[in-house]
């Protein structure tokens, strides 16, 4: 079972930056995160869960909502099993629990969906982003 773990959620300013990180692992299994598209979601207080971003194992394709394009920015370093989401210029509608999740792909694809949440096999527990004055 991959475990995936957000963290650098906070409360921040309109204006303001954040950097969330998700870390893979599997227990006692070495794995190669090379094979795992990964995509970022976000749940706002009554609504349904959203897309918001993804990267392909190959980190060559990258796709975002609409809401959040020329502001966030994913990465992925694959050494270090890690994805980074990089906000800025963050709103308070951009308040949300932000998920980190894995899909299987092949090694190095370029396949990644933001859209079908049902695609992901792998969910992380969430980390609160909060935008407020």
């Known amino acids: 079972q991959l475990q995936l773990v957000e963290s650098g959620g906070d409360l921040v300013q309109p204006g303001g930056s954040l950097r969330l990180s998700c870390v893979a692992s599997r227990f006692n299994l070495a794995f190669n995160l090379g094979y795992y598209a990964i995509g970022w979601f976000r749940q706002a207080p009554g609504k349904e869960r959203e897309g918001v971003s993804c990267?392909?194992?190959?980190?060559?394709?990258?796709n975002y909502a609409d809401s959040v394009k020329g502001r966030f920015t994913i990465s992925r370093d694959n050494a270090k099993n890690t994805v980074f989401l990089q906000m800025n210029s963050l709103k308070p509608e951009d308040t949300a629990v932000y998920y980190c999740?894995?899909?299987?792909?092949?090694?190095?694809?370029?396949?990644?969906?933001?859209?079908?949440?049902?695609?992901?096999?792998?969910w992380g527990q969430g980390t609160q982003v909060t935008v407020s004055s």
């Open positions: 999740a894995a899909a299987r792909t092949t090694y190095k694809s370029s396949w990644c969906n933001v859209l079908n949440m049902d695609v992901y096999d792998h």
């Open positions: 990267i392909s194992s190959s980190a060559g394709t990258t």
